[in-house]
């Protein structure tokens, strides 16, 4: 009869442990709610409210939209509001506002183009727009970075198996997204999800943070099948309704102040103004 290496079966011991134990963790934090994608807060990149290791992803960009949001309100820390308008588009020159905007009447104007709230000067505090021109990613993590280098996955079962996760990049760094897209094209006549992608959240003199991205690769082969599957599952899912102001109860007043009021409607351009449509 062969011999059990004590050693071994001690380490099997310790490993078995800590998967028991991260099993019983997760049962318990389940109930706890939490951000079901990407965020970024300070320069720490979230999922589900926890860093992420190394403040990177090794992953495919399945679908990108431009996604321009309105509040109405300003922040206030600790409540959250959602915008009384937003628009997606594959183009930022054919953008409108979403059909759930004009059905509540929000809409200031017919086009983004065009619109008071997407003009420099609209945020009422500097050259900045009332409107916030984002970039909305749907990204499926397809590895991990160790020791600095990509270790992909191998099999399209781990593919299948993936979540894949929204993360909104900031107009700071919509740029970035798109030297890399045409990158990719130029690179490989693919489009984003045709690539590896090492996304990573880094410091920034000026803006805090900026989202990066660097080419790794094209997928393999053998993968790109599963990714294209899950491609289609992205695309139907990254234009999302929001909840508008009216769908809800009246946010509560925060403790000893007026509640927020929506900024005043002016006939100037560089005015925020609300629904007109």
Same mark, same amino acid.
């Given at each position: ?11 099997? *011991? ?19 709610? @939490? ?6 807060? $300070?320069?720490?990149?979230? #999922?589900?409210?926890?860093?992420? #290791? ?6 495919? =960009? ?26 997606? $588009? ?6 409108? %506002? ?6 509540? $009447?929000?809409?200031?104007? +017919? ?5 008071? /709230? /997407?003009?420099? $000067?609209?945020? &009422? ?6 409107? *916030? ?8 993590? =397809?590895?991990?970075?160790?020791? &600095? ?9 781990? =593919? ?16 970035? #997204? ?8 130029? @690179? #490989? ?6 690539? =590896?992608?090492?996304?990573?959240? +880094? %410091?920034?003199?000026? /803006?805090?943070?900026?989202? /990066? ?56 351009? @560089? @005015?925020?103004?609300? &629904?007109?449509?």
């Amino acid at each position: 009869m062969a011999k059990v290496n004590s050693e071994n079966k001690a380490v099997m *011991s310790w490993k078995d442990r800590l998967k028991r134990d991260a099993d019983r963790q997760a049962t318990a934090e389940a109930s706890v709610q @939490t951000s079901t994608a990407y965020q970024v807060k $300070g320069s720490t990149l979230l #999922f589900n409210d926890v860093p992420v #290791f190394g403040n990177e992803l090794l992953c495919v =960009i399945l679908a990108n939209r431009f996604h321009n949001v309105f509040y109405d309100r300003p922040y206030e820390p600790g409540e959250t509001f959602p915008p009384a308008c937003y628009a997606y $588009g594959e183009g930022a020159k054919e953008m409108a %506002p979403a059909e759930k905007v004009i059905i509540a $009447g929000n809409a200031v104007h +017919e086009t983004c183009l065009g619109c008071p /709230n /997407n003009e420099y $000067g609209s945020s &009422g505090t500097g050259r900045g727009k009332a409107c *916030s021109n984002r970039r909305k990613l749907e990204i499926l993590v =397809i590895g991990s970075i160790v020791s &600095g280098r990509p270790k992909l996955f191998t099999k399209a079962t781990e =593919i299948a198996d993936q979540e894949i996760v929204s993360l909104l990049i900031p107009p700071t760094s919509g740029k970035n #997204f798109s030297t890399f897209a045409k990158q990719v094209k130029a @690179t #490989f006549d693919y489009p984003v999800y045709g690539v =590896i992608t090492r996304l990573k959240v +880094e %410091p920034h003199m000026t /803006n805090q943070y900026a989202i /990066n991205f660097e080419l790794i690769s094209e997928v393999p082969d053998a993968l790109m099948e599963a990714i294209i599957r899950r491609v289609d599952k992205a695309e139907g899912a990254i234009e999302t309704d929001y909840a508008l102001p009216e769908d809800e109860e009246p946010a509560k007043p925060v403790k000893g102040k007026a509640p927020a009021k929506a900024p005043p409607t002016a006939s100037a351009k @560089t @005015t925020a103004r609300r &629904g007109k449509y």
